[in-house]
């Protein structure tokens, strides 16, 4: 049997380079799918597993997994109707609705764009991302499978500085950003692939404010590279990506907010902490959406518009949850105070005042944003109402005319303006 070398299977005049390139993008499609289906046959294959520990109440005082009740939320859930089997039902059909449609993304954004390591990446930890969960419940039954889960949770901790530091063209802006990627892969080594050594994460507790720091180079790299090298495509791209992480921030938020102000003995139990579990869930899942619109249709709608409101309303919804639970807080220490306990009458109070508060709000947040975020859209908008303003009572020609080229002036800011007129002929 004779074996080709690698030069007899170059093309004339293709330059080694070029044929390695070349063979990279021949094998990642074949490869791409390889890992894709085993993770598809994994997750299916851990299902039941997945099942029985979300319908098992937890005991220990430490060390529960996540989504796993303890007896005091069981209970909590049973007092509104919910059993463990609904709980753990639910579960499972959120799981697959979240990995069908992250399969289905992924899927599209690699088989639809050309290959290249960004979109190999990027596919690959969609089609990963949500099911690690379940998976991870097939670790002490079938411990030759901890070598692939291990791989897939360092794959999917990986791509996240890859994504962060090279999206949307695939190039680290700035360049010294892939050393930062590459500090990160080892951290991401050392957690997935050195536990139970004395080189796991775990054993270096001076390491975690860097996390913290990694995270800002995140957005530093983004930022940057919006301001200073990307181009008008690129960053409708992240416009998205921004879009997404904002209304997804939102929603933590809200819940954390909820999480701080709410009495203890009117959460009950930790039904509150269940809710916020699902809101992360779909924090992620509307993450991965929005990347998958800026790969595959950055311009499907007006980002601007919807990434200004998503600021508003996101501002809104907190000031008036401070107000109401700081109101809430206040009349009851009040009434508390005069009568010795606790009255409805401090909720409706404060419900009607959130009520009354509402437009006003909505007003003065919007003014705000428009003002720090969108100045430029903002005097804009006011030139125009102010030129609609003087049409209603200027009759002069040459006023209007004087008008017209200052609103046209100070909106678009043309480098050279010029007015015709046409006279009605006699």
Not at 262 to 268: F, H
Not at 357 to 377: E, G
Request: proline residues 4%; contains cysteine.
């Amino acid at each position: 049997m004779r074996v080709q070398s690698v030069t007899s299977l170059m093309k004339p005049g293709e330059s080694a380079g070029a044929f390695w390139r070349s063979l990279v993008q021949r094998l990642a499609r074949p490869v791409w799918l390889v890992l894709f289906t085993f993770t598809v046959v994994i997750f299916f294959a851990s299902l039941p597993l997945y099942y029985e520990r979300l319908t098992t109440l937890c005991t220990r005082a430490n060390g529960c997994t996540e989504m796993q009740l303890r007896a005091a939320t069981a209970n909590a859930l049973a007092s509104v109707g919910i059993s463990l089997h609904a709980y753990g039902v639910f579960h499972i059909v959120l799981a697959l609705i979240l990995n069908v449609l992250s399969w289905l993304l992924a899927y599209l954004i690699f088989w639809r764009r050309s290959p290249s390591w960004l979109t190999f990446v990027v596919s690959l930890m969609l089609a990963q991302i949500y099911t690690f969960q379940a998976i991870d419940t097939l670790r002490p039954v079938y411990p030759a499978l901890n070598l692939p889960i291990n791989f897939i949770g360092f794959f999917t901790g990986s791509a996240v500085p890859l994504l962060f530091y090279a999206f949307p063209n695939g190039r680290f802006v700035p360049r010294f950003t892939r050393w930062l990627a590459l500090a990160w892969i080892v951290l991401m080594f050392s957690d997935n692939f050195l536990m139970g050594t004395r080189w796991h994460i775990s054993n270096f507790g001076w390491l975690e404010p860097f996390f913290g720091l990694f995270f800002v180079t995140f957005a530093a790299a983004q930022l940057y590279r919006y301001r200073y090298v990307a181009s008008g495509v690129e960053r409708q791209q992240t416009k998205w990506v921004v879009f997404g992480f904002l209304v997804g921030v939102a929603m933590m938020m809200f819940f954390n907010v909820l999480l701080i102000l709410e009495p203890p003995e009117l959460r009950g139990g930790s039904l509150l902490s269940l809710a916020k579990e699902l809101g992360d869930s779909f924090f992620a899942f509307l993450l991965t959406v929005s990347l998958g619109v800026a790969i595959l249709r950055y311009r499907l709608w007006d980002i601007d518009v919807l990434i200004r409101r998503t600021l508003v309303y996101t501002t809104l919804v907190t000031v008036l949850l401070l107000i109401y639970f700081g109101s809430v807080v206040l009349l009851q220490s009040f009434f508390r105070t005069l009568t010795g306990q606790d009255s409805d009458l401090a909720i409706a109070l404060s419900t009607l005042m959130i009520a009354a508060l509402f437009a006003p709000l909505l007003r003065r947040v919007r003014t705000f944003i428009d003002q720090r975020f969108y100045r430029r859209k903002y005097d804009a908008a006011r030139t125009v109402a102010a030129f609609a303003a003087t049409l209603r009572y200027e009759v002069e020609l040459d006023n209007l005319t004087a008008e017209l080229l200052r609103a046209i002036e100070d909106t678009v800011a043309p480098s050279h303006l010029s007015l015709w007129l046409r006279y009605p002929e006699k």
